[in-house]
């Protein structure tokens, strides 16, 4: 039996109106969608995505070429595959909606399609595809492998939009978190030195894209994700040098942003890790007058986004950890005062992390590693009544999130820790 179109009961928005003004009834069709998610209604979704890839269907049976029509086409491919994937937990049957988006994207491409719509949506099926293939697909015995194709036939797409002139900030955006992924799965697979050309031939076209004036966040965002990933590489694989090479080129670039007024939350937290890194290589050179410097500038930014009105569990969990490190730095100089300051300092942003209701797992886990650390540091100074105090207050945090549930193991690790001190 032939299903019958549902009526557009819904009310959408003036801006949903207007794109359906520019792109029609594929368009409709995925904004009504949008809006049974806005009200929670997810079947409704799933019927009007459904209908919307019908008659998407028969447009192209009839020849349609239009350039709208095939980018919301691969648009809603993409969208019920993660559908599939996030809501439902069928990764099977997200990965079959990937696999027909891509049939088409590479009819698409084959006709000579060009416009960034497309381009953009083509690179996107293949990262959702490869990420679905490494995360959710993990009871095949190849799903890495299945995951790295996916991500180098992307980056080909990507390397032959680039060299033909491709401007456009998305199809930036998505040739770079290919070649972050890409990378990152060259490591799971063991393959450090793939992994390292990942991250430098994705460096390299971040260069050339903030060279050419891009601003966008997503953008900034991700060189700085693969600057600290390709330091994170070559700390593992012994050349310190190169480690410290690419936090301070990251940081440079961090500081850059900060400077030209970005306070996207995303670049916030990475701005923070590169200084958290940063550290952590200094220390594992010997040289903990640097550490301290990174610390103190990290520490000094995240005062900075937290004054500013920032609220992201990331930022706050990297405000946790440089408080930690900080602390822990200061009493290999020999400066324990300055040890309990920075603990003192870390467990204050801590307690109203958790008055605003901040639940995160990491961020959890931070709170209770400050809670020894400075428990640990005022029995090393003979004050054994206030390391009493701090395993107290750390333990009833500790009792408080099992009592709600949390089952991460960073955070039952560091339970442990602190009835053991």
């Given at each position: 039996?032939?299903?019958?179109?549902?009526?557009?009961?819904?009310?959408?928005?003036?801006?949903?109106?207007?794109?359906?003004?520019?792109?029609?009834?594929?368009?409709?069709?995925?904004?009504?969608?949008?809006?049974?998610?806005?009200?929670?209604?997810?079947?409704?979704?799933?019927?009007?995505?459904?209908?919307?890839?019908?008659?998407?269907?028969?447009?192209?049976?009839?020849?349609?070429?239009?350039?709208?029509?095939?980018?919301?086409?691969?648009?809603?491919?993409?969208?019920?595959?993660?559908?599939?994937?996030?809501?439902?937990?069928?990764?099977?049957?997200?990965?079959?909606?990937?696999?027909?988006?891509?049939?088409?994207?590479?009819?698409?491409?084959?006709?000579?399609?060009?416009?960034?719509?497309?381009?953009?949506?083509?690179?996107?099926?293949?990262?959702?595809?490869?990420?679905?293939?490494?995360?959710?697909?993990?009871?095949?015995?190849?799903?890495?492998?299945?995951?790295?194709?996916?991500?180098?036939?992307?980056?080909?797409?990507?390397?032959?939009?680039?060299?033909?002139?491709?401007?456009?900030?998305?199809?930036?955006?998505r040739a770079l978190r290919l070649y972050h992924d890409a990378g990152f799965n060259a490591g799971k697979?063991?393959?450090?030195?793939?992994?390292?050309?990942?991250?430098?031939?994705?460096?390299?076209?971040?260069?050339?894209?903030?060279?050419?004036?891009?601003?966008?966040?997503?953008?900034?965002?991700?060189?700085?994700?693969?600057?600290?990933?390709?330091?994170?590489?070559?700390?593992?694989?012994?050349?310190?040098?190169?480690?410290?090479?690419?936090?301070?080129?990251?940081?440079?670039?961090?500081?850059?942003?900060?400077?030209?007024?970005?306070?996207?939350?995303?670049?916030?937290?990475?701005?923070?890790?590169?200084?958290?890194?940063?550290?952590?290589?200094?220390?594992e050179c010997g040289d903990q007058a640097a550490a301290a410097a990174y610390y103190r500038q990290g520490?000094?930014?995240?005062?900075?986004?937290?004054?500013?009105?920032?609220?992201?569990?990331?930022?706050?969990?990297?405000?946790?950890?440089?408080?930690?490190?900080?602390?822990?730095?200061?009493?290999?100089?020999?400066?324990?005062?300055?040890?309990?300051?920075?603990?003192?300092?870390?467990?204050?942003?801590?307690?109203?992390?958790?008055?605003?209701?901040?639940?995160?797992?990491?961020?959890?886990?931070?709170?209770?590693?400050?809670?020894?650390?400075?428990?640990?540091?005022?029995?090393?100074?003979?004050?054994?009544?206030?390391?009493?105090?701090?395993?107290?207050?750390?333990?009833?945090?500790?009792?408080?999130?099992?009592?709600?549930?949390?089952?991460?193991?960073?955070?039952?690790?560091?339970?442990?820790?602190?009835?053991?001190?």
């Amino acid at each position: 039996m032939k299903n019958e179109p549902l009526s557009f009961s819904v009310e959408l928005s003036a801006a949903q109106l207007a794109l359906t003004a520019d792109n029609g009834l594929e368009t409709l069709y995925f904004n009504a969608g949008v809006n049974a998610v806005e009200r929670g209604d997810w079947e409704a979704k799933a019927d009007y995505h459904r209908q919307g890839l019908e008659h998407a269907e028969i447009f192209l049976a009839a020849d349609e070429t239009a350039a709208g029509i095939r980018e919301q086409i691969l648009r809603r491919y993409d969208s019920d595959g993660d559908y599939k994937v996030h809501t439902l937990n069928q990764p099977e049957e997200g990965a079959r909606l990937y696999q027909q988006g891509l049939r088409r994207a590479q009819e698409f491409l084959a006709a000579e399609e060009t416009a960034a719509g497309v381009r953009e949506q083509v690179l996107k099926l293949y990262y959702d595809a490869g990420h679905n293939a490494e995360v959710h697909l993990v009871a095949e015995w190849d799903h890495l492998e299945v995951a790295a194709d996916y991500f180098d036939q992307g980056l080909e797409h990507a390397e032959t939009f680039l060299a033909a002139g491709e401007t456009a900030t998305g199809v930036r955006e998505r040739a770079l978190r290919l070649y972050h992924d890409a990378g990152f799965n060259a490591g799971k697979r063991g393959d450090q030195e793939a992994e390292a050309d990942y991250y430098h031939q994705g460096l390299e076209h971040a260069e050339t894209f903030l060279a050419a004036g891009e601003t966008a966040t997503g953008v900034r965002e991700l060189a700085l994700w693969l600057y600290q990933n390709a330091g994170f590489n070559a700390g593992e694989r012994g050349d310190r040098e190169a480690e410290a090479a690419y936090y301070r080129q990251g940081l440079e670039h961090a500081e850059t942003f900060l400077a030209a007024g970005e306070t996207a939350a995303g670049v916030c937290e990475h701005v923070l890790w590169l200084y958290f890194n940063a550290g952590g290589n200094a220390v594992e050179c010997g040289d903990q007058a640097a550490a301290a410097a990174y610390y103190r500038q990290g520490l000094a930014q995240a005062e900075a986004f937290l004054a500013a009105g920032e609220t992201a569990a990331g930022v706050r969990e990297w405000v946790l950890r440089l408080y930690v490190n900080a602390g822990g730095n200061a009493v290999e100089c020999g400066d324990r005062a300055a040890a309990a300051d920075y603990y003192r300092q870390g467990l204050e942003h801590a307690e109203t992390f958790l008055a605003a209701g901040e639940t995160a797992a990491g961020l959890r886990k931070q709170v209770l590693r400050l809670y020894n650390h400075a428990g640990v540091k005022a029995v090393n100074r003979g004050d054994r009544a206030a390391a009493a105090d701090y395993y107290r207050q750390g333990l009833t945090h500790a009792e408080t999130f099992l009592a709600a549930g949390e089952t991460a193991a960073g955070v039952c690790e560091h339970v442990l820790r602190l009835f053991s001190n």
